[in-house]
């Protein structure tokens, strides 16, 4: 399912499709980084995702994160460099989000 959460927003194996909350993301993260999509950030890891259809594999699931997942790492190493916290808005909540159909944490 989370797979399946991740297309219908609009991260697909053919790119992001238009008018999707992939779209808005990508423009919102665009203008805030001065015009372009940062490697990492929470939309060019779900579009990686997305084209492959590994959201889910990485430990990104419908019920949250799995334990010594790519996805727990990523969890820990965005919390440590946030001072012990993972920042709403932040890629691992993003996907997490997005992963359970929800629409992001985009501020």
């Not at 060019?44 to 799995?66: V, W």
Request: no cysteine; net charge positive; hydrophobic share 25%.
């Amino acid at each position: 399912m989370a797979d399946q959460n991740v297309r219908n927003a609009g991260f697909t194996s053919s790119g992001i499709a238009g008018g999707s909350l992939a779209s808005s993301m990508m423009s919102h993260e665009a203008r805030a980084s001065g015009g372009g999509v940062p490697s990492g950030g929470p939309t060019s890891t779900l579009q990686g995702m997305g084209a492959k259809g590994t959201t889910h594999s990485s430990g990104f699931t419908s019920s949250g994160i799995s334990g010594g997942s790519k996805a727990s790492n990523m969890m820990s190493t965005e919390a440590a460099s946030h001072g012990g916290g993972v920042p709403r808005g932040g890629t691992t909540s993003t996907v997490q989000s997005i992963s359970m159909g929800g629409k992001g944490g985009r501020r």
